[in-house]
């Protein structure tokens, strides 16, 4: 009893939820990414020397991940040690990763239900598992918990999106009729692109939502120039988070916006304290002044003890 006790102490700590968010999301990205050097998305970003030795370092991962597996595949899958059964460790790579993000999805959907983040994830596990009715069922929960919220934005554009691309004869009559119906609920005469301009139009001065609204534009073909527009002024939003800014100036980067410098400087400008915003002469000379301080200190401390 104690022990059961516990687990249900761990499972309702704020780190859990945390650590299970973050589980999801990489299980997600496992599933959307394909192995081998694509794990580098701003690859043409780094020094020779640099790929040189990521390529190394993942050519060395990768080898010692097929030895695991040889040597698994090799042995039992169970050993007995001391009179107790023993499971063999878990290969990371040989889980399935939309089956441990629907895993990890259960338990949040069961202990924190109405937080908004859990509607979020089950609509990205529910798209990619191609379960329509309930991707539709955690965007209509997350749109009544948080209706004006970046991410459940996003999951809406998805969802529309969705719809316009799967074949709907692969589905039954229920489902579609359910989903049609819906659609049309949601959308209330209205286009996508409509829908995103008065949402942009309501959350002018958050980056967050100017971010979502960006990405939005670029699935709907708007054009990487026009989405980076939208997104990258930051004189527009006074209250921008240095964590947001960073998000925004990873994506641009990602998009291959051309005034990607541009917002970079003026993130700079407005958190000079941001190692993220820094160049790397800049962030550089500031370890490189942070050492010297360091080393003034200890050399300070020293001397008083001596004394």
Not at 170 to 184: A, G, H, M, P, Y
Not at 221 to 249: F, K, M, Q, R, Y
Request: some cysteine; charged content about 25%.
């Amino acid at each position: 009893m104690n022990m059961l006790r516990w687990e249900d102490d761990v499972r309702n700590h704020r780190y859990f939820y945390s650590a299970a968010q973050k589980a999801i999301n990489t299980f997600i990205a496992f599933h959307d990414r394909k192995p081998g050097m694509e794990a580098f998305p701003d690859w043409e970003d780094h020094t020779s020397e640099e790929r040189e030795r990521f390529t190394s370092e993942s050519k060395q991962w990768l080898d010692a991940a097929a030895v695991t597996r040889a040597a698994k595949e090799a042995t039992v899958e169970k050993v007995v040690k001391d009179g107790e059964t023993v499971e063999p460790p878990v290969d990371p790579l040989s889980l399935d990763p939309l089956k441990e993000s629907t895993r990890l999805l259960n338990y949040l959907q069961n202990l924190v239900p109405n937080a908004v983040y859990t509607s979020v994830l089950g609509a990205k596990v529910y798209h990619r598992r191609g379960k329509y009715l309930l991707m539709l069922k955690s965007l209509k929960t997350g749109m009544k918990i948080a209706p004006n919220d970046p991410d459940v934005h996003l999951c809406l554009a998805n969802f529309l999106l969705t719809l316009d691309k799967i074949d709907m004869k692969t589905l039954d009559d229920t489902s579609v009729e359910i989903l049609n119906e819906e659609r049309s609920a949601l959308l209330q005469g209205r286009s996508l692109e409509t829908i995103n301009t008065e949402f942009l139009s309501r959350n002018q001065s958050s980056l967050a939502h100017r971010l979502a609204v960006a990405r939005v534009m670029l699935k709907l073909s708007s054009g990487v120039a026009a989405a980076g527009d939208i997104v990258s002024d930051l004189s527009a939003c006074p209250n921008a988070t240095w964590e947001e800014a960073h998000e925004v100036n990873v994506w641009l980067k990602k998009v291959k916006y051309e005034a990607f410098h541009n917002f970079l400087a003026a993130c700079r400008a407005r958190f000079p304290l941001a190692a993220h915003f820094l160049e790397h002469e800049d962030l550089q000379d500031l370890k490189s002044r942070m050492d010297t301080m360091n080393s003034d200190f200890l050399t300070t401390l020293h001397l008083s003890q001596d004394v």
